[in-house]
C-alpha cells in the first residue's frame, strides 16, 4: 500500500481556518439555494380567463350559430332539426315540471354507485395483475382486451341473465368500467421508476409497507388517469344500458328520457337530452377528477407550465 | 511527513473491527456457461468511522459492489458482512419521493426504522438542520434546487440511523460550485456524526478531497488494483496542492489500467 507525500507546508490551512470555514459554507449554501431555487409567478385572474375560459365560449357560440343558420336555412325540416332556443324551451318545460333534477339525479345517483362499486372491484385487481406475475400473464391480455369491447354489447346478456333490474344495468357498468380502472393502476405501476422502488427498499419499504407507502403514491398518477377513463366508461355503459332496459320498474334515468323522447318524436326532446348526457359527463370530469388530477401532477412538480 | 491524520475514535461507533467485511466477494451476471464476471475476488474492511472512496472507471462494478452491500443483490462468490444493519445508500439520483414533502421524506425512513409517531416531526427537523436545510420541511421536492435536494437525501439517508452510509456517485450530476459545497458539507456531517462511508466515484480529485483511504478498482473484471492512505488532515480543499499531487499519481494508476484493455 502507498502512502502519499503530502506536503505539510506552510500553506495547509491552519486551525483557524478551519473554524472559520463553516460559517462561511453555511453563507455559500444559502447563496447557491437561494440562486437555484425557481421563483414562482402568480398567473392573474384575467389572464386565466383570456387563457382557458375565453376559447371554449367562442367555440360553443360558434357551434350555436352554425346550428341556428341550419335551422333558419331549413336544412331539415323543423321536427327533424329544431332550433337551439326550441331545446331550450324542451329544457325549461323539465324543468318547470320539476322533473328534470330527478332524471338527473337518477342517473348519477346510479353512475357514482357503479362507480364507487367498480373502484372497489378494480383496484385489487390492478393490484393482483401488476405485481403478480402468473395473474398478469393470465388474464392481463384479457382485462386490456375488454377495454376494446364496447360495454353496449354486455346488455343483451345481461338482460337474460338478470331481467330488466338494476342488476342489469349495473353489470353492465361494472363490465365497462372495471378493465379501465384496473388497467390506470397496471400502467402506474408499470411507469414507476425503478428509482424509487430501490429507494424504497433501502429504506426498509418492502411487502405491505412497500405497496403502502412506495407503490400507490408512486403509481398514483396512472391511477387517477385509470379513474377517469373508468367514470367515462361507467356513464358511457350506464346511457347505453339505460337506453336499452327500459321499464317502469327501473324509473327514469336519462337514458329512457332519451328513449321516451324518440318513441315520442319529440326531436328538441332528445335533443335536450344528449345535451344533458354530455353536460354531466363532462361536469363530473371537470369539477371531480380534473381538480383531484391536477392537485396530484401540480405537488409533484409535474405540471411544469400550469396555469 | 505523512503521520499528522487524526485517526476518528473508534469505540464510539460501536465495539465492532469493522464496518463492513468483504470477503472475496466474486459476483457474475447471466445464464450458467455464459457467465460474465463483474467483481472478482474482492476482500476490503471499512472500519468504523471510516471513510474510503471506490474509484475506477466505467465497467468496474463500482455500483454492482454497493448493491451487494445495500443487501439489493446477492453476491455470487465470497461473503459480505455488515454487522451494523441494514446500510443506508444515497444514489447519484436523489432518488426523494416526489409525493411527499422534503420533511416527510425524512419521516419516511423514520417511520421505516421503527421511530415513534411522535418523535419523527422533531427528528426530521433536526436532520434538516444538520443539512442546513432549517425551513425546508415543508417544501416539494420540485421546489428544490440539484444541491437542496442531495442535502436532503443525505438527511434521510442519515435518518435511517445506520452505522454504514453508502454512496453512489451521489453529486455526479451537480455543478462543480454546488459540488465543491457538498464536498464541505459531507466532511463536516462526517465528522460530526462519526459515520462510516463507503463512497463510490470515477472522480479522483473528488476522492482525495474526501477519503481517508481510495480504493482503485480495475475493470472487467472489477478487482482491487491498489489503495492509497490519504492523510492530509480535513477539512480539505479540492484545490490543494496536496489533493492535486495525490490526484496525479492516482491518475496515472488508473489510466494504466484503462490503457490495459485497450491491449487486448
Not at chain 1, 343558420?69 to 327533424?80: C, F, I, N
Not at chain 2, 432518488?95 to 423514520?110: C, D, Q, R, S
Not at chain 2, 420540485?142 to 435518518?159: F, P
Request: with cysteine.
Amino acid at each position: 500500500m502507498a502512502s502519499t507525500e503530502a506536503q505539510q507546508d506552510a500553506s495547509v490551512k491552519t486551525p483557524a481556518d478551519a473554524d472559520a470555514a463553516p460559517d462561511q459554507l453555511a453563507g455559500l449554501e444559502a447563496g447557491l439555494d437561494a440562486l437555484e431555487t425557481r421563483v414562482k409567478d402568480r398567473v392573474p385572474v384575467s389572464r386565466v380567463l383570456l387563457d382557458k375560459v375565453l376559447p371554449p365560449v367562442v367555440a360553443i357560440v360558434i357551434v350555436l350559430a352554425l346550428w341556428q343558420l341550419a335551422y333558419t336555412l331549413e336544412l331539415k325540416p323543423h321536427y327533424q332539426l329544431p332550433s337551439p332556443v326550441d331545446v331550450g324551451h324542451s329544457l325549461q318545460e323539465k324543468w318547470l315540471d320539476g322533473t328534470l333534477l330527478g332524471y338527473v339525479w337518477h342517473s348519477v345517483s346510479r353512475g357514482a354507485l357503479g362507480f364507487a362499486a367498480s373502484l372497489v372491484i378494480g383496484t385489487p385487481l390492478g393490484l393482483l395483475v401488476a405485481r403478480v406475475r402468473f395473474v398478469r400473464a393470465a388474464i392481463g391480455p384479457i382485462l386490456s382486451g375488454l377495454q376494446s369491447l364496447p360495454s353496449v354489447a354486455w346488455v343483451p346478456a345481461a338482460i337474460i341473465w338478470f331481467g330488466l333490474t338494476d342488476s342489469t344495468i349495473y353489470a353492465v357498468v361494472l363490465l365497462g368500467a372495471v378493465p379501465s380502472i384496473a388497467n390506470g393502476l397496471v400502467s402506474g405501476v408499470d411507469q414507476i421508476s425503478p428509482l424509487y422502488l430501490r429507494a424504497g427498499r433501502t429504506l426498509g419499504a418492502t411487502g405491505v409497507a412497500g405497496v403502502r407507502h412506495i407503490l400507490l403514491p408512486a403509481a398514483l398518477p396512472g391511477y387517477i388517469a385509470g379513474l377517469k377513463q373508468g367514470w367515462a366508461f361507467s356513464w358511457r355503459s350506464l346511457m347505453a344500458a339505460e337506453l336499452i332496459a327500459t321499464s317502469p320498474d327501473l324509473g327514469t334515468g336519462l337514458g329512457q328520457l332519451l328513449d321516451q323522447a324518440r318513441v315520442d318524436q319529440d326531436m328538441s326532446l332528445v335533443l335536450a337530452a344528449i345535451l344533458l348526457i354530455l353536460v354531466v359527463g363532462i361536469g363530473i370530469e371537470l369539477l371531480i377528477f380534473a381538480p383531484i388530477e391536477r392537485r396530484v401532477l401540480r405537488s409533484r412538480g409535474l405540471l411544469p407550465n400550469a396555469r | 511527513m505523512t503521520a499528522t491524520l487524526t485517526q476518528k475514535p473508534v469505540e464510539k461507533n460501536g465495539t465492532g473491527t469493522h464496518a463492513a467485511r468483504f470477503d472475496h466477494v466474486s459476483k457474475s451476471f447471466g445464464r450458467p456457461g455464459a457467465q460474465q464476471l463483474v467483481l472478482d475476488d474482492i476482500t476490503l474492511d471499512v472500519a468504523p468511522g471510516e471513510f474510503v472512496c471506490l474509484l475506477g472507471a466505467s465497467g468496474c462494478g463500482k455500483s454492482t459492489l454497493l448493491n451487494l452491500v445495500a443487501g439489493l443483490d446477492k453476491p455470487t462468490g465470497g461473503s459480505i458482512d455488515v454487522p451494523g444493519g441494514r446500510p443506508a445508500l444515497m444514489f447519484q439520483e436523489h432518488a426523494l419521493f416526489p409525493w411527499l414533502t422534503a420533511g416527510k421524506n425524512i419521516e419516511l425512513a423514520l417511520r421505516m426504522r421503527g421511530v415513534p409517531r411522535a418523535e419523527r416531526r422533531d427528528e426530521a427537523e433536526r436532520l434538516l438542520e444538520l443539512v442546513r436545510l432549517k425551513g425546508a420541511y415543508g417544501k416539494r421536492v420540485h421546489e428544490l434546487s440539484g444541491g437542496m435536494r442531495q442535502r436532503v437525501a443525505m438527511a434521510r439517508a442519515l435518518a435511517q440511523d445506520s452505522r454504514l452510509l453508502l454512496m453512489d456517485e451521489p453529486f455526479a450530476a451537480l455543478d462543480a460550485i454546488t459540488r465543491d459545497v457538498l464536498h464541505d458539507e459531507l466532511t463536516r456531517i462526517w465528522r460530526e456524526t462519526n459515520l462510516s462511508v463507503l463512497f463510490v466515484t470515477h472522480n479522483v480529485r473528488e476522492a482525495v478531497r474526501l477519503a481517508q483511504r481510495v480504493v482503485l478498482m480495475s475493470s472487467r473484471p472489477g478487482r482491487i488494483a491498489r489503495e492509497w492512505d490519504v492523510e492530509m488532515p480535513q477539512p480539505r480543499r479540492i484545490e490543494d496542492a496536496a489533493v492535486a499531487d495525490l490526484s496525479v499519481e492516482i491518475t496515472e494508476q488508473l489510466r494504466g489500467e484503462i490503457r490495459r484493455h485497450g491491449q487486448h
